[in-house]
């Protein structure tokens, strides 16, 4: 099991609106849930990379990004690497209460790019349920639990995402909820039917044509034998 890292940025979470995991009906593709995956290997001491995890609620898109330390500054660097990925603009940024989210220097990118900036409530993981699921299933699932530093394993990391992001964005279905009700004490879910976050973007009428087609010739260029075949190499 890996470590929570995680260290309250007390300064200005009464300046940031709070999101629960019930606020995300009917959002459009670009509000995206953030979070970083330490890779410590159980040793929370010295210097260890991170990855920041990006995951659209729209549409499940996924963009994961090599840090080389928890600080504002690297996950801002990261959120400029994604923005130039995504296939749609950064509409809205959701992160935990953690000091690399929660500081003057994340909230000032934010507004200078017209960015919703919010935050889950501290010790609530269920508000940031798309994001978690991909920590586990995606991130630990591949990378596991070792623990990586120094500038060699950030360029391993870099180059394992960047074949990750097009396997799991073309080739990955996925179930989405789509309905939840309680009676009494049971809960019923209705899920739609499983697709990949590429087939979900040519469904948003929120995404540009012209965007559309780009993703629709790279998705034909890819063979995810080839794709598959080098996450395992």
Same mark, same amino acid.
């Given at each position: 099991?890996?470590?929570?890292l995680?260290k309250?940025? $007390?300064?200005?979470?009464? &300046?940031?609106?709070?999101? $629960?995991?019930?606020?995300?009906?009917?959002? +459009?593709?670009?509000? *995206?849930?953030?979070d970083?995956?330490?890779h410590?290997?159980?040793?929370?001491?010295?210097?260890?990379?991170? $990855?920041?995890?990006?995951?659209?609620?729209?549409?499940?898109?996924?963009?994961?990004?090599?840090?080389m330390?928890k600080?504002?500054?690297?996950?801002?660097?990261?959120?400029k +690497?994604?923005?130039?990925?995504?296939p *749609?603009p950064?509409?809205?940024?959701?992160? #935990?209460?953690?000091?690399?989210?929660?500081?003057?220097?994340?909230?000032?990118?934010?507004? #200078?790019?017209?960015?919703?900036?919010?935050?889950?409530? $501290?010790?609530?993981?269920?508000? &940031?349920?798309?994001?978690?699921?991909?920590?586990?299933?995606?991130?630990?699932?591949?990378?596991?639990?070792?623990?990586f530093?120094?500038?060699r394993?950030?360029?391993?990391l870099a180059?394992?995402?960047?074949?990750?992001?097009?396997?799991?964005?073309?080739?990955?279905?996925?179930?989405k909820?789509?309905?939840?009700?309680?009676?009494?004490a049971?809960?019923?879910?209705?899920?739609? &039917? %499983?697709?990949?976050p590429?087939?979900r973007?040519?469904?948003?009428?929120?995404?540009?044509? %012209?965007?559309? &087609?780009?993703?629709?010739?790279?998705?034909?260029?890819?063979?995810?034998?080839?794709?598959?075949?080098?996450?395992?190499?």
């Open positions: 099991q890996g470590l929570s995680t309250p940025g $007390t300064l200005l979470k009464h &300046q940031i609106e709070v999101r $629960t995991f019930a606020d995300w009906d009917n959002v +459009i593709p670009g509000f *995206f849930e953030a970083l995956v330490a410590c290997g159980g040793n929370p001491n010295g210097a260890f990379l991170n $990855t920041l995890v990006l995951v659209d609620i729209s549409t499940g898109w996924l963009e994961c990004m090599p840090l330390r600080s504002a500054s690297d996950v801002i660097d990261g959120l +690497i994604s923005q130039e990925l995504m *749609f950064l509409l809205g940024l959701d992160t #935990d209460c953690g000091s690399e989210f929660i500081n003057y220097d994340v909230l000032d990118f934010c507004e #200078d790019n017209d960015i919703t900036f919010t935050r889950a409530r $501290t010790h609530r993981k269920n508000d &940031q349920a798309f994001v978690e699921e991909k920590n586990g299933s995606v991130v630990r699932r591949l990378v596991g639990y070792d623990r530093e120094g500038r394993a950030w360029e391993a180059r394992l995402y960047a074949v990750l992001r097009k396997y799991i964005n073309f080739f990955q279905p996925s179930l909820l789509t309905e939840k009700k309680r009676h009494g049971k809960v019923t879910k209705r899920y739609d &039917q %499983a697709k990949t590429f087939q973007i040519l469904c948003s009428a929120h995404v540009p044509d %012209a965007q559309k &087609q780009v993703l629709e010739s790279e998705f034909a260029s890819l063979d995810p034998v080839l794709l598959l075949h080098e996450l395992q190499s």
